[in-house]
């Protein structure tokens, strides 16, 4: 009987020294951003707590170029600014030509060439993540730079593409937003009704590219082709974009200086005009500097197109705050219309500024854009800046 029992704590104990042992010989999943990696040449084993792997399908994986000599028994994965060479038995090997050392050498077993996982993840600018609990190892690889900006630059320009096509809905979808974007493409395709304009990209910079992150600068250059008059506008723009599920989106886009594309002489070519429509214009004029001088908000807004009750009110605000700050006396100058369409018209404007407070007196060329009601009258739809300088 104690013979028995005592048989019997002998295979109960080989069972439970069993188990660990099966568990150790778990295979070890190894993961590439996400991705499973299947290995058919030889699995992944633990020896001395580094993972060793066959080469060939992990040097692809990473987007290395693999080449073997079978001679030297060396491996070596390429890329298009990355060479790296381990030897089999060897723990010293190369990046880019600087020697280093490794945990553990190279073997070569069954045919197969084993390489240490952490050494080439990290190698190639990325992390390797050993997890005990299910036996697996996690690896990122590290963003390329070269291709976050190519796909940057490729945004932005596509956003630009969008744009000319006056495709609101394609121009929005590249912009980062958790609610919709319902009205505002309600609100472009509105623009896209009235001006016809083409927009062209001169000069693109990324700023900053950090992590998931990008500032760019660019300098645009837009050209009206039809539609409601415009001047044509140098424009600098300030994009914030974020990466998000592993696609950059635009999240932000600001103009932060813009140039009218309009000389003086340019400016000073009289367009054919029909006398009353010429009066009409020039007095609207007049009454708007009258009334900037006598700091009437309300005469202001009198001889400006109204666009609701919020914008009004909001002008009205912006106004009178800066009647309480400035006293700036306008001297308008030299006028003239320098386009003319039924309902619409553009004058230029010079004027001397000058401010109660201070000595010098400005200079300043504008653009006011008009149109026409339907009783006739004639109201300013929109300002531009040509130039304003220091007096001479």
């Not at 001006?195 to 645009?220: F, M």
């Amino acid at each position: 009987m104690k013979k028995l029992l005592s048989l019997l704590s002998i295979s109960l104990l080989a069972l439970v020294l069993a188990v660990p042992a099966f568990a150790a010989a778990k295979p070890i999943d190894v993961y590439i951003n996400g991705s499973k990696v299947t290995f058919a040449a030889g699995s992944p084993y633990l020896q001395n707590n580094s993972v060793l792997v066959p080469f060939r399908v992990v040097f692809e994986k990473l987007g290395l170029q693999v080449l073997w000599d079978a001679k030297t028994q060396t491996v070596t994965g390429k890329s298009a600014d990355l060479v790296i060479s381990l030897k089999v038995g060897s723990n010293r090997a190369t990046v880019n030509g600087t020697v280093k050392k490794l945990t553990l050498a190279p073997v070569s077993k069954s045919s197969t060439t084993y390489i240490p996982l952490r050494f080439i993840a990290e190698a190639t600018g990325g992390t390797a993540v050993w997890n005990p609990a299910n036996r697996s190892v996690q690896i990122d690889t590290a963003v390329s730079k070269t291709a976050d900006e190519a796909a940057i630059t490729a945004l932005i320009k596509l956003s630009n593409q969008y744009y000319n096509e006056e495709k609101a809905i394609s121009f929005y979808s590249l912009m980062d937003s958790e609610s919709s974007y319902t009205e505002s493409v309600s609100d472009l395709n509105t623009t896209f009704e009235q001006y016809d304009l083409k927009n062209t990209i001169d000069n693109l910079e990324i700023l900053s590219l950090k992590g998931n992150e990008a500032t760019v600068y660019t300098i645009e250059h837009s050209v009206r082709t039809g539609g409601y008059y415009m001047p044509d506008q140098q424009i600098e723009y300030l994009y914030t974009l974020v990466r998000k599920n592993g696609v950059w989106k635009i999240s932000d886009f600001e103009s932060q200086n813009s140039t009218v594309l309009l000389t003086r002489d340019q400016a000073l070519i009289a367009a054919d005009v029909p006398p009353a429509d010429s009066a009409a214009i020039k007095e609207n004029i007049n009454k708007y500097y009258q009334y900037l001088n006598e700091e009437n908000t309300e005469g202001v807004i009198s001889t400006m197109t109204s666009y609701g009750e919020d914008y009004n009110a909001s002008y009205k605000a912006d106004l009178n705050e800066f009647f309480s700050s400035y006293n700036i006396t306008n001297t308008p100058g030299v006028s003239n219309i320098y386009y003319y369409s039924a309902g619409e018209a553009a004058i230029y404007v010079e004027s001397k500024d000058k401010d109660a407070s201070e000595a010098e007196t400005y200079e300043q060329g504008n653009i006011f854009i008009l149109s026409k009601a339907d009783n006739g009258s004639w109201t300013i739809d929109d300002t531009y800046n040509v130039f304003y300088e220091l007096s001479k």
